[in-house]
């Protein structure tokens, strides 16, 4: 992809725009017009080819510019005729309300991500489905593929405010029994949650025949730890506090980070769970793809 | 213990100064919100009691480096009292010269020098040893040349009126 069509999709750029579906519509639509080629080969929310009109069909789809011209009637036949049910898990707990300077918090990289996503399955004629989860299940809408759905699902997202614990817990699995058919779930957060309990969870979307597809959002100040100054850490979920000089624990800590999710990555992979991690300082164009290639597989 | 140059010592407030930087340090604290401290937490207990250790020691040696350099330039002398029994080298020097003739109290000066030389000379203990040296037109020393042992020797020399 072009670089000045990176810096269009930048975090930090995108995230001024006010509207959650305006910045939706603006990164994938920045997204496709940025690329040479179409992501892969078939997509295509363009359509294909005219089939003759049959009594019967269904004037949604009926080419009217042909009509006018020419008094035949023709059906649009899209590429995409296979219809997918997703559904986006959005963490929205307090952790992810943390943001190190400069950057958008977790929060509003997700959420831009998941409306991001919703505005290419619906164009893509998949159908959607959103969940909102800190402690708890927050939110939720059930998957349908209508034009009106983005905006449920945009409604929801703004709204989204960082509070409470990350507990995966029952959750997952409430969720992986309400799904009746077999579908695409993308899970965004921070991943700052009981590994134990969030692969269990996974394990129950696999074991029902869903394909997964985890986002790992991070800062940038999380991965790097370079604070100067003695530091009040204060935790954003618990409120509990340790004072430390940053500086004198940052490469034990950094190490003990990547431990836990090398871990957490290979128990994704043995179960066959895609797993794409993402700072908030990188532009969407690199999450998209990520969820484009999943989606190509899936036919 | 005594000091030479005294004055300096105002200079040991500065070895109060590591230990002020770190308390100071310590009030500006700034606060950051965490995501999860869970992490920080796990390694608080062995590491950082280490740690705060290791950073306890430097600021005692740091404040001792610093002591000691204030007492340096106070150049520390320790006083022979102290060491009754070590050996002296004396070294007198008598002048002899012309204007030593001045009679003063009814004595010729340089018998005033000398008969002080000797009461000097007598001072000294069996182990010391000593020169005197008349620096008068061509400085010589008497006697044989350097330090001797025999304080008689020289005495004798130096009532030899010049």
Known sequence: MKPVYRDFLSPETVSRLS?????????????????????????????????????????????????????????????EETNLKSHIILDVSG??????????????????????????????????????FSESLKSYIPPRSVQSQLKEIIKVLSAAEPSGATVTGDMLHTLAERIAVRGLVVFISDLFVDPDELIYGLKHFRHNGHEVLVFHICDPKELSFDYGAETKFIDMETGQSITTQPWLIRDDYLSLMNERMTGLVRRMHDIS???????????????????????KRLY | MNFLNPAVLFAMAAAALPLV????????????????????????TERMRRLRLKQLLLILVRT????????????????????????????????????????????????????????????????????????????HVLGSGGLSADKGKISEILDEPN
């Open chain 1, 19 to 79: 509207r959650l579906d305006l910045i939706a519509r603006f990164v994938v639509e920045g997204y496709i017009t940025g690329l040479h080629k179409s992501p892969y080969h078939g997509f295509s929310a363009e359509f294909a080819e005219h089939r003759q009109y049959m009594v019967g069909d269904s004037l949604k789809y009926l080419d009217w510019k042909v009509f006018g011209r020419t008094d035949r009637m023709y059906v649009k036949r899209f590429e």
């Open chain 1, 95 to 132: 952790s992810m309300g943390f943001h190190g300077e400069g950057s958008v918090t977790k929060l509003r990289y997700g959420s831009i991500l998941a409306a991001a996503l919703a505005f290419l399955m619906i164009r893509q004629r998949d159908s959607v489905g959103m969940v909102t």
């Open chain 1, 273 to 295: 769970v895609d797993y794409a991690r993402f700072s908030t300082d990188v532009p969407f164009d690199r999450a998209l793809s990520e969820y484009l290639a999943k989606r």
């Open chain 2, 21 to 44: 930087i770190h308390l100071l340090s310590r009030r500006r604290a700034k606060d950051v919100a965490w995501p999860s401290i869970e992490f920080l937490d796990r390694m608080r």
């Open chain 2, 64 to 139: 001792l480096i610093i002591v000691l350099i204030v007492m340096a330039f106070a150049r520390p002398a320790v006083n022979s009292a102290f060491h009754r029994n070590a050996r002296i080298s004396a070294v007198i020097v008598v002048d002899s010269s012309a204007s030593m003739s001045y009679v003063h109290n009814g004595e010729v000066v340089y018998n005033t020098a000398a008969r002080k030389a000797g009461e000097i000379l007598g001072m000294l203990g069996e182990n010391d040893t000593a020169a005197v040296i008349l620096s008068g037109d061509e400085p």
